[in-house]
């Protein structure tokens, strides 16, 4: 019986657990700075366990009763709280009080749960004995929440569904407490039928959580949504309107296949098509093989492409449409994929290369801040060869102009020379990339053939900057100060209001 109680703890604080996470990832996702996100979830969650242990003590009668709905209690709420906030960042502007609504009211329902197992424990071992013990298997059931979340429920159930899965743990942890104490309730039946009836809603809700998460999704989007999923480091979303492919990485547009040509034509070939002597070339990010596409057209070129995330590369490497986009490059026998985090392959390996393309996501976030650091610049120079060069994907000098002259300024620092220019991307608007080097950099005056956009006469005029895009005098972003990322979150959030 002891043994049924503290899995029943290990169980509860599993659950009170990926609750938090999921609403800290869901909050990160779309709203995009995920140290703010945790930061702000994890406080508020706590201080509401806080005031859910405080007004445990409120509960003198019933207690086995009061328990037990407040399991069923927490498996609604936090059983659908994904959906609904999935719904609310769809269809209303409520998505940031339903978030800390939904926070507190679990926190304050998981608060309670454990300080009423401890008294309906009491009775049964020494208190010395209950408090050890019920600690324990609520530190182990976080433990096993924390690395159940990351490698399991994201990358295979998303976040409705291991919502929704913890919601029916909870509410069968209610229907088992009502036979562990079926001597202390005498309003059983009531409880076991509640009990019975939570379960079934929420089974029904795991049913169809796919389908109302990809309503709600494609309200979010112009076109339909053609294909989503979730990655351990990423929600990965396509929509299509006619001939037009779109990808999107946390709500983000990455590129729309109509004019994408630009984008990536602009990345690699200012600074590839210098260096005629160059035979190997790093791709950092762009697992969409696009880039890598662009660089294929320079005969005896080898690539080494390194994403993390094995999900985009995949996707990229068997979907037809994406492998029509890319015509094939992530199959070619001069590309090799590598999925690693790009920090920890570099730290890693000593190959050094003559041109590095870095094609990163935007630094919305301090996890691809710390790729847009000092650090990671200095890390990189010493992996290009004598002469090399590193083109930087820096976001638009028109919308994010502080963000775009940090990261130059932040290349600068770490002792390269920076040629910055820009290109007009109909999906984007004014784009912008950092061309670096240790060399002087001439533009080169021969262009593979075949490109559908950029020619050699055009490349001087991409270096000159109008008025309201030239240089400001702003802060490079260091590893352990991310203005970065401020820089950008700021002035991305001026536009969208």
Same mark, same amino acid.
């Given at each position: ?17 990926? /609750? ?8 990160? /996702? ?17 201080? =509401?366990?806080?005031? *859910? ?113 913890? *919601? ?24 076991? @039928? ?13 049913? =169809? ?10 309200? !979010? ?23 037009? !492919? ?16 630009? /984008? ?15 035979? #190997?070339? %790093? ?31 995949? !996707? ?15 199959? #070619? ?35 691809? *801040? ?29 919308? =994010? ?12 620092? @770490? *002792? ?34 075949? %490109? ?46």
């Amino acid at each position: 019986m002891n043994a049924a109680l503290f899995v029943t703890v290990l169980l509860i604080a599993a659950c009170g657990l990926i /609750y938090e996470l999921v609403a800290g990832a869901l909050a990160s /996702y779309l709203l995009g700075d995920s140290v703010t996100q945790f930061s702000t979830i994890i406080g508020t969650y706590l201080f =509401a366990m806080g005031v *859910g242990s405080w007004l445990s003590r409120f509960v003198v009668r019933g207690v086995a009763a009061r328990f037990v709905a407040t399991e069923l209690m927490v498996a609604l709420v936090g059983g659908f709280s994904s959906t609904l906030l999935f719904l609310a960042f769809a269809y209303t502007d409520a998505f940031r009080v339903l978030l800390y609504v939904l926070v507190m009211i679990i926190g304050i329902l998981v608060g309670l749960e454990i300080p009423l197992l401890m008294r309906l424990l009491r009775d049964r071992l020494e208190f010395k004995d209950v408090v050890s013990s019920v600690l324990t298997f609520d530190y182990l059931g976080a433990l096993g929440a924390s690395l159940l979340f990351p490698l399991v429920l994201v990358p295979y159930l998303g976040m409705a569904r291991s919502a929704l899965a913890f *919601g029916i743990v909870n509410a069968a942890v209610a229907l088992w407490s009502t036979w562990l104490f079926r001597d202390l309730l005498p309003n059983r039946r009531a409880l076991v @039928a509640g009990s019975v009836g939570t379960l079934a809603l929420l089974i029904a809700g795991f049913a =169809a959580a796919e389908r109302i998460t990809r309503t709600a999704e494609s309200s !979010l989007y112009a076109d339909p949504v053609v294909l989503s999923r979730n990655s351990p480091y990423q929600r990965i979303v396509l929509t299509a309107w006619k001939d037009d !492919l779109r990808l999107f990485l946390n709500g983000h547009l990455q590129f729309s296949s109509r004019d994408e040509y630009r /984008y990536h034509e602009a990345l690699v070939h200012p600074g590839l098509a210098s260096l005629p002597a160059a035979r #190997s070339v %790093l791709v950092l990010g762009g697992g969409d093989g696009l880039a890598a596409r662009e660089i294929l057209r320079y005969p005896g070129v080898h690539v080494t492409l390194v994403d993390l995330d094995a999900q985009m590369t995949r !996707l990229f490497r068997e979907h037809a449409e994406m492998v029509r986009l890319n015509g094939g490059a992530l199959t #070619s026998p001069r590309v090799r994929v590598v999925n690693a985090d790009a920090m920890r392959w570099l730290d890693a390996n000593p190959e050094r290369f003559d041109f590095v393309v870095v094609d990163f996501p935007d630094p919305s976030n301090y996890a691809v *801040g710390k790729l847009y650091t000092t650090a990671f610049y200095r890390l990189l120079r010493r992996h290009v060869n004598p002469g090399g060069r590193i083109v930087v994907q820096s976001t638009s000098p028109l919308f =994010a102009r502080s963000a775009f002259w940090s990261i130059d300024a932040t290349l600068r620092e @770490a *002792g390269l020379r920076t040629w910055p220019y820009h290109l007009y991307v109909p999906s984007f608007g004014e784009w912008g990339f950092v061309l670096a080097g240790a060399d002087e950099y001439q533009a080169p005056a021969r262009l593979p053939a075949g %490109l559908r956009y950029l020619t050699a006469g055009a490349i001087p005029a991409l270096f000159q900057f109008p008025i309201d895009m030239q240089r400001l005098p702003v802060r490079a972003n260091r590893l352990d100060d991310q203005v970065l990322v401020r820089y950008y979150s700021e002035e991305w959030e001026r536009i969208t209001q």
